[in-house]
């Protein structure tokens, strides 16, 4: 039997990971699965240990009739089936058996998971995929924050569009910094690609995508074969024509400068100068902040990390979550399962 070899596309929300989770589909080496999994970040908390059976049954009733499964395009009975105890051991090793079977059934030896999120668990990636390869998207946290803001994916409750702005921006720097510290300990598995050089330098970009990963990616590549982010607009702010065009597009870099305030670009240069410094990000002026503005970065961090905590080992946490968005809730969920001739 082929060993199937996994990627791992992570980083925080807004970065560019669902465009390099395109990028990877235009080689049509990768098994085409066109949704995050969520297993590791979501799922565990909300039902728990596999082990246990019923958490277990209760996460299998919701996953065969989630989004997440059905644009697998696998069939239920046949996967069930093929579940062992050995993959209940955690929803790491169910990631394996689930995508292993998706990349089987299309006779492709690779597949790739772009769950954002995954950026807290890569020494779990690792544990359970020990050849894995793991590529982190860094985007210029003020180009993410806004994006964020935008969506609403901020967790701040406040209707002030600065706090919410400070919030997604700290939530990005929490993903990045974590991300970094992890991928540290293993060189030979993790790369940092950044998403300004992917839609500025693509042909440097894809060259060194190629040597880490060991598959060849190439610009043309995306012009003739374009899924997900290459296929309608990478960028909310991208128009149909600039889309049509195809490849990689270079609309979304830099969008802060023209979106943000002084007053919000001051505020987020005291709370994420120092990181979007050590990325190697310019245009940061001065770093420092007022004590108000201090206690309340100091204040948001802290909250952000009591509540991954919260949402991980509680019970209320895990309320807090929701369950599988279920398939036949969502209005519009077409997505190709397979590259086609």
Known sequence: ???????????????????????????????????ETHLMDKCAPVYGHLSDTKNYQRFLQDWLNSVNFERANIAKEKFVQMITKKDRQSYACFLKKFMDQIAIKQGLEHWVDSTPSNVFHIDEIITTFPEAKIVHVIRDGRDAALSIRK?????????????????????WQEAVVQGRKSGKRYPDQYMELHYETLVNEPDKTLSRLSSFIGINFNEQQLQNVRFGSLKTANSEVMSAQESAKGGLINTAVGRWKELLSDEEIKLLTGAIGHTLKSLGYREVSDISSG??????????????????????????GRLSVGRLLCSKDVAVNTKETSYGE
């Not at 082929?2 to 098994?31: D, H, Q």
């Not at 909250?303 to 949402?311: E, Q, S, V």
Request: one cysteine or more; hydrophobic letters at 40%.
């Open 1 to 35: 039997m082929t060993k199937i070899r996994p990627v791992f596309i992570l980083g925080s929300p807004r970065s560019g990971t669902t465009l390099l989770n395109s990028v990877f589909f235009s080689t049509k080496k990768f098994a085409l699965y066109q949704s």
């Open 291 to 316: 004590f108000f503005e201090k206690v309340t970065i100091f204040y948001i961090k802290s909250r952000l990390k009591i509540n991954r905590w919260l949402r991980l080992n509680t019970i209320l």
């Open 151 to 171: 969506l609403g994916w901020h967790g701040c409750k406040s209707t002030d569009k600065t706090r919410c702005l400070l919030y997604a921006a700290l939530n």
